[in-house]
């Protein structure tokens, strides 16, 4: 069974940073490129970040240099990092995980992100 599973969410004020992780598993992780995407109310879902199994990397033009994505390989798991948040970057942040073979795509529940101002 695949599960992708979000932590580190929750409630910041503008210029403050969280840390988003996402656990998987059930897949072959090296496989998978692993992104994280983000849904604000009433707003579709946009990409944030991407990362593949070698570490390349894709990033939103809205958080470049702001946001960070990694993953380490051996644990399974991917993270953000989001520097100075601002209000508009509060959303539902979900992780993400599609098999670079098949486009087969997973995705977690969710992780709320709150930024005051």
């Known amino acids: 069974q695949v599960q992708l599973v979000e932590s580190g969410g929750g409630l910041v004020q503008a210029g403050g940073s969280l840390r988003l992780s996402c656990t998987a598993s059930?897949?072959?992780?090296?496989?998978?490129?692993m992104g994280w995407y983000r849904q604000a109310p009433g707003k579709q879902r946009e990409l944030v970040a991407t990362i593949t199994s070698s570490g390349t990397t894709n990033y939103a033009d809205s958080v470049k240099g702001q946001f960070t994505i990694s993953r380490d390989n051996d644990k399974n798991m991917v993270y953000l990092q989001m520097n100075s948040l601002k209000p508009e970057d509060t959303a539902v942040y979900l992780c993400n995980a599609k098999n670079r073979y098949n486009l087969y795509t997973y995705w977690g529940q969710g992780t709320q992100v709150a930024v005051s101002s």
């Open positions: 059930g897949i072959i992780f090296s496989i998978y490129v």
